[in-house]
């Protein structure tokens, strides 16, 4: 697929279009009015779809590739409601973060929580369809036919009857000169023959081919490399720096002071380590030398304790939740923390002087990258250029902003020069950003059928939100909760779907010293192991197939159902487990998206072994059902590994893990078979990347209990075994 950079406004998108061709049909994407609404009326997010002379498609939006297909299913979208050709279209992004490219109840251009296609679907389509109709406006005038003797396949407006053809390059410049219609006439789904089927990526000839740019890629004359030294303890600073410790050390060129660190500038990477391995520099003292794992899971338990933990979340009674009739359930949960481990390690080039500063940086947050640099260097928005190239993986870890900062810096430091400054995988693990620990009490009242008729929850833990500006107050207000209401901690309790009559969430706040950031399906990663294993601590104690018991709370939630029976019918859960095999139910709404799984493992010699993962999902409509498939396998795989393995855990204020060996990844010969199967309900888009994710811990852990009877609440479970 080919893809370039294009620059800031309409005007400079057209003016780009219209040097390479003489003329462009430009058409910007507006929210539709409910989305807008929704949205508080925010500015529109200005993309545009470009048709030039040659014919050639392109369209400009602010969510960038990381992986995980976005720009294939942006481009069937556009493809099949204009009639282009799928193959041939450009995918451009801007290089400049603005006001017009930013999601507005996110308030940044990001490229995060699934929306790429659910968020972009109806404004993309619409504007597709505005283009369609005046290109057939455009034919009809040419040909002396009616539009609706006209019709629009494969890049040419074709006259039904008489098989006349005009290319749509052809037509452009007659377009241009017609208004752009309000309200277009999206094709009827009987003409939808893109979407809904899959098709292959258009990134992947590249990709294979070795000619995908990734931010490691980047070349450019004169390019310097950077490697960096950072203080191990999170919130400390540099006490004391001698440069002059590695200035006689081969291909070094200079050492430029970073927040919380350093850059050794080199000739070259390994020069650049080595002489950063060597350099002369200690760290400030701070409180938080000697905070440990065992002191944060002591604060964490002390929350959970307090008396003054406000309501977050009420429906019906609260004063019911506390009762002491009927059977009393109770449980404590806690996960640990978690890095990303994205295989690209982390890396930034730039190009940086007080007049311009231009990146080369595989990013999802674009705007984070804009004010890290507003705020550490002074750089107005006007004059920062941001280059975007495909992920090797981003999964939350890529919407922070260090790296660019330290590579600008670095680039001052030679006078403008580009220096590309590259984390070893060991930085990453040890200064990185984590996925927060979490602590998790339930207590539900059972009525004498076995049914939950109340439940209280309270989380312990930090306000992720907070860092990234969302005040909970607000929050809690636009979504209907009570109060202190933080997404990056609340998701997947406060907006949990089961029907429970009596029902309040609090978030007993602790702030750690520890930089964190959100990972995959965010606070969906530790909720679902949370919710999904007590219910069915639940069904255990009332005595009830799991299965049955999340249905008979379920009443009116037909997507939730729907995606039980179906991984139940995969799963021939009404059938006794393999002999030998034990298996675990969850189901977790998130992003839009239904998602049950089964999970099939053994216990035995080997431990516990996951054979088999069986998942139905409601996405809404399957724009590249090929796609939603690999997305929920390679979901399954991230969250096995961190259920069954991975931590981090802080001696003296740092992180003990450091590299793949004490921090595995789930091997290959591990990998079970994943079998996918997509239900539609009629319902609207969902997001697919994290989604996945949730179900996966419970339903191993729920598998753990099955098979030994004894209830394993904490993460990761090598820990149990």
């Known amino acids: ?50 048709i030039d002379t040659s014919g050639q498609v392109t369209f400009l939006l602010p969510t960038c590739e990381m992986g995980q297909g976005t720009h294939t299913g942006q481009a069937q979208i556009l493809a099949e409601e204009l009639g282009a050709d799928w193959a041939s279209i450009v995918v451009d992004m801007p290089k400049q973060p603005a006001p017009v490219y930013r999601i507005p109840f996110i308030g940044q251009m990001r490229s995060v929580g699934s929306f790429g296609i659910r968020f972009w679907h109806d404004p993309l389509r619409r504007a597709a369809a505005q283009a369609r109709e005046m290109l057939i406006q455009a034919a009809a005038g040419r040909l002396g036919a009616e539009p609706v003797e006209l019709r629009a396949e494969g890049g040419f407006v074709v006259h039904a009857e008489t098989g006349r053809r005009l290319s ?21 789904e009987v003409e939808r023959t893109l ?82 391995d060597a350099l002369g520099i200690t760290f400030t003292e701070t409180p938080a030398d000697n905070l440990s794992s065992e002191a944060i899971d002591g604060m964490l338990r002390e929350a959970l304790d307090r008396t003054d933990v406000p309501v977050t979340t009420l429906r019906g009674d609260a004063a019911s939740t506390l009762s002491s009739e009927g059977r009393i359930v109770e449980a404590e949960y806690s996960v640990p ?43 107005p928005a006007d004059r920062l250029f941001i280059n975007s190239t495909y992920l090797g993986g981003g999964f939350g870890r890529k919407t922070h902003g260090e790296i660019a900062l330290q590579a600008a810096i670095a680039s001052r430091a030679v006078g403008g020069r580009p220096v590309k400054v590259l984390w070893a995988w060991e930085d990453d693990v040890q200064q990185g950003q984590y996925r927060q620990t979490m602590m998790c009490r339930f207590r539900a009242v059972l009525d004498d059928s076995g049914n939950i008729t109340a439940m209280r929850i309270r989380l312990a833990g930090p306000q992720m939100g907070r860092a990234y500006g969302f005040d909970p107050e607000r929050l809690a207000q636009a979504t209907g909760n009570v ?34 950031c959100p990972w995959r399906s965010i606070s969906h990663s530790f909720n679902g192991f949370f919710f999904e294993s007590f219910m069915d601590e639940c069904a255990a104690a009332a005595g009830r197939d799991p299965l049955e018991f999340r249905r008979s709370h379920c009443e009116g939630q037909t997507r939730m159902l729907a995606v039980l029976d179906r991984v139940a019918e995969m799963a021939r859960w009404q059938e006794p487990a393999p002999a030998g095999g034990t298996r675990g139910l969850a189901v977790v709404e998130s992003y839009g998206f239904y998602v049950a799984q089964v999970v099939e493992a053994r216990v035995g010699d080997r431990g516990l072994v996951v054979e088999r993962v069986h998942a139905a999902i409601d996405c809404g409509r399957a724009i590249n059902p ?14 096995l590994g961190a259920a069954l393995r991975q931590k981090v855990t802080i001696r003296d204020g740092r992180a003990e893990q450091s590299n793949f060996y004490d921090y595995p990844l789930l091997r290959i010969d591990e990998v079970p078979d994943v079998a ?33 009877g004894r209830r394993v609440r904490s993460l990761p479970l090598v820990d149990h075994l």
């Not at 009015?33 to 949205?39: F, S, V």
């Not at 037509?171 to 009827?188: T, W």
């Not at 390690?345 to 674009?366: D, Y």
């Not at 090929?626 to 969250?639: M, R, S, W």
């Open 1 to 50: 697929m080919k893809r370039r950079t294009l620059s800031l406004t309409r005007r400079s998108f057209l003016a780009s279009a219209s040097a390479t061709a003489g003329a462009a049909l430009v058409v910007p994407l507006r929210l539709l009015p409910a989305l807008a609404q929704e949205t508080g009326g925010a500015p529109d997010p200005q993309s545009f779809i470009c």
């Open 168 to 188: 749509f390059g052809e037509l452009v410049e007659d377009a241009m000169a017609l208004p752009v219609p309000e309200e277009p006439a999206l094709r009827p």
């Open 195 to 276: 979407t809904g089927r899959p098709v292959p990526r258009l990134d992947t000839p590249a990709k294979v081919t070795g000619r995908a740019v990734f931010s490691i890629d980047v070349t450019r004359e004169g390019l310097l490399y950077g490697a960096v030294r950072l203080a191990p303890v999170f919130s400390a600073d540099v006490a004391s720096l001698d440069e002059s410790s590695v200035a006689g050390m081969p291909g070094v060129v200079t050492v430029a002071r970073v927040p919380r660190g350093a850059v050794v500038v080199a000739e070259s990477w390994w020069q650049a380590k080595q002489a950063a």
């Open 337 to 379: 923390l978690l890095t990303h481990v994205s295989m690209e390690p982390i890396n930034c080039t730039a190009e940086s002087t007080e007049e311009r500063t231009e990146l080369w940086i595989g990013t999802q947050g674009h705007d984070v990258v804009r004010m890290t640099l507003e705020r550490g260097l002074r750089i």
């Open 483 to 516: 109060a202190n209401f933080d997404p990056f901690s609340l998701g997947g309790l406060s907006d949990m779907r089961y029907v429970i009559s009596n029902f309040v969430v609090e978030h007993a706040v602790v702030d750690l010293p520890i930089p964190l």
């Open 626 to 639: 090929g796609q939603v498939e690999a997305q929920i396998q390679g979901a399954v795989i991230d969250a």
């Open 676 to 708: 996918v199967s997509i239900v539609e309900t009629g319902s609207p888009l969902g997001g697919v990347g994290e989604p996945g994710v949730p179900p996966v811990a419970p339903a191993l852990a729920n598998a753990l209990f099955a098979a030994r």
